[in-house]
């Protein structure tokens, strides 16, 4: 388990800012009796993240709802992933109002360091175990629902599952169109694999703090993305009907 906690930080700290900023516009289609399961058998295909065959994404909408599914193929990615959370963002187009964010899966600290003393059977089990004893889901800057941890069962109708399954993890998610700010008439969404050091919550009503990996805070300029670093976000603008 050692060993692999290790492999997990040496990836992280080598990603740097690997994400893939370049705004892609796309259509969102439109998509019906999704079961939030983490199953995807509804979905027809998932969009290939800059063609590196490490994770795999789509949206989707109906009347009432935003859908997200994300299939994670890279066994590394799939850690990251499982401990940190796949992290969905509607950035914010009104001055002195934060961005909306949702997390899932979303272990907490104390979780993880007690599954650190803990023997699991393989990789999997490992990486299931972590999804398993999340306790809620991350949110913040929805309108209507209170900031922080939300309950797995709750009356918002915020939905998100997340499984692993033949060597890859899966993961789905719901949220209402009713709930989220920023949509209209155009929207700029992030979503992608959170690499648990960058905060979570950047305010624009303050400072925000960049996260300097595991050696502090860092104050210079990013480092630039190399070729064989895996792109851990992608950046979308859309509408919505």
């Given at each position: 388990?050692?060993?692999?906690?290790?492999?997990?930080?040496?990836?992280?700290?080598?990603?740097?800012?690997?994400?893939?900023?370049?705004?892609?516009?796309?259509?969102?289609?439109?998509?019906?009796?999704?079961?939030?399961?983490?199953?995807?058998?509804?979905?027809?295909?998932?969009?290939?993240?800059?063609?590196?065959?490490?994770?795999?994404?789509?949206?989707?909408?109906?009347?009432?709802?935003?859908?997200?599914?994300?299939?994670?193929e890279d066994p590394m990615l799939q850690h990251v992933a499982a401990?940190?959370?796949?992290?969905?963002?509607?950035?914010?187009?009104?001055?002195?109002?934060?961005?909306?964010?949702?997390?899932?899966?979303?272990?907490?600290?104390?979780?993880?360091?007690?599954?650190?003393?803990?023997?699991?059977?393989?990789?999997?089990?490992?990486?299931?175990?972590?999804?398993?004893?999340?306790?809620?889901?991350?949110?913040?800057?929805?309108?209507?629902?209170?900031?922080?941890?939300?309950?797995?069962?709750?009356?918002?109708?915020?939905?998100?599952?997340?499984?692993?399954d033949n060597g890859k993890l899966y993961y789905e998610a719901l949220?209402?169109?009713?709930?989220?700010?920023?949509?209209?008439?155009?929207?700029?969404?992030?979503?992608?694999?959170?690499?648990?050091?960058?905060?979570?919550?950047?305010?624009?009503?303050?400072?925000?703090?960049?996260?300097?990996?595991?050696?502090?805070?860092?104050?210079?300029?990013?480092?630039?993305?190399?070729?064989?670093?895996?792109?851990?976000?992608?950046?979308?603008?859309?509408?919505?009907?």
């Amino acid at each position: 388990m050692r060993g692999i906690l290790l492999g997990i930080l040496l990836l992280i700290a080598g990603l740097g800012q690997s994400l893939a900023q370049k705004k892609q516009k796309i259509t969102v289609p439109s998509l019906s009796a999704i079961e939030i399961d983490a199953d995807l058998g509804e979905w027809d295909t998932l969009t290939n993240v800059a063609d590196e065959s490490s994770w795999f994404y789509q949206l989707a909408q109906d009347a009432s709802n935003l859908y997200v599914a994300v299939r994670v193929e890279d066994p590394m990615l799939q850690h990251v992933a499982a401990r940190n959370g796949i992290l969905l963002t509607v950035q914010s187009n009104t001055k002195n109002r934060d961005d909306i964010q949702f997390l899932f899966p979303y272990p907490d600290s104390e979780v993880k360091r007690a599954m650190m003393r803990e023997d699991h059977d393989s990789d999997a089990v490992y990486k299931a175990a972590l999804i398993d004893r999340s306790r809620g889901y991350f949110v913040y800057g929805f309108p209507t629902v209170p900031n922080g941890l939300l309950s797995l069962n709750n009356g918002y109708g915020i939905q998100a599952s997340a499984r692993m399954d033949n060597g890859k993890l899966y993961y789905e998610a719901l949220v209402p169109k009713s709930l989220l700010d920023y949509i209209t008439p155009v929207a700029t969404l992030k979503l992608g694999i959170h690499d648990g050091l960058t905060p979570l919550v950047s305010s624009k009503k303050k400072p925000a703090v960049r996260s300097g990996g595991m050696y502090g805070t860092y104050r210079g300029r990013p480092a630039p993305r190399s070729k064989d670093k895996p792109t851990l976000t992608v950046l979308l603008e859309t509408t919505f009907d």
